[in-house]
């Protein structure tokens, strides 16, 4: 049982989240792309489809948004992960090192793709990891994040699809949840059988 506060999933995101890739590719092109500026607020909850990322240590994680600053960008927004305790899909997501200062890790700026490199799906909004946050030689400056609501008009439920930019081609690689976590809000209801 989850201690008092614990940060859990909803029902619906666990169901998501153990859809087919088939599936998932189909809710992909029927999503829609959410404003960059109705992520902030809110941690997202985050699961990682493929069973790799459950070896990395990375399959359950936090995503953050905040407003950039950047006036010269418009409503520029930049977004960083936070590891979680790997405690499951049904198990709660508990901040690393503590909830009070959660650790910050792969950042990326977040905007709106109208158009774009081959293999890059359109509209969605961009989560961009090539940025000066993270170290110059990583890895992670190569990924590139396509995410689209499932429902329009709410940033709530998000899907998304991690790619690696290889010049200008963009080679997919897996599909990740995104679920926005508000104080507070219902316990995780269970799953039906």
């Known amino acids: 049982m989850p201690g008092e506060g614990a940060i859990r999933a909803s029902g619906e995101f666990r169901r998501l989240a153990r859809r087919s890739p088939a599936d998932l590719e189909r809710l992909f092109a029927a999503g829609v792309a ?13 699961y990682n489809r493929p069973a790799w990322a459950e ?5 359950t994680f936090l995503k953050g948004f905040d407003p950039a600053g950047d006036s010269a960008r418009g409503n520029a927004v930049l977004g960083h992960n936070s ?5 499951g899909l049904d198990g709660d997501w508990a901040p690393l090192p503590t909830a ?3 650790k910050r890790f792969g ?5 709106p793709v109208h158009s774009g490199p081959v293999g890059a799906r359109l509209p969605a909004l961009l ?6 946050q993270n170290p110059r030689l990583s890895v992670a ?12 008009g709410s940033p709530d439920l998000l899907l998304g699809k991690a790619y690696l930019a290889i010049g200008p081609r963009r080679v997919p690689v897996s599909f990740f949840l995104l679920e926005r976590h508000r104080s507070g809000s219902r316990p995780a209801e269970p799953l039906a059988s």
């Open 34 to 46: 959410p404003s960059p500026s109705a992520l902030v607020g809110s941690p997202y909850l985050g």
């Open 55 to 59: 070896a990395l240590r990375i399959r």
């Open 83 to 87: 590891p979680v305790r790997q405690n």
């Open 100 to 102: 009070e200062a959660p």
């Open 107 to 111: 950042f990326f700026r977040v905007e």
């Open 127 to 132: 989560f961009d990891y090539d940025v000066p």
């Open 141 to 152: 400056r190569a990924i590139r994040d396509y995410v689209v609501a499932l429902e329009p």
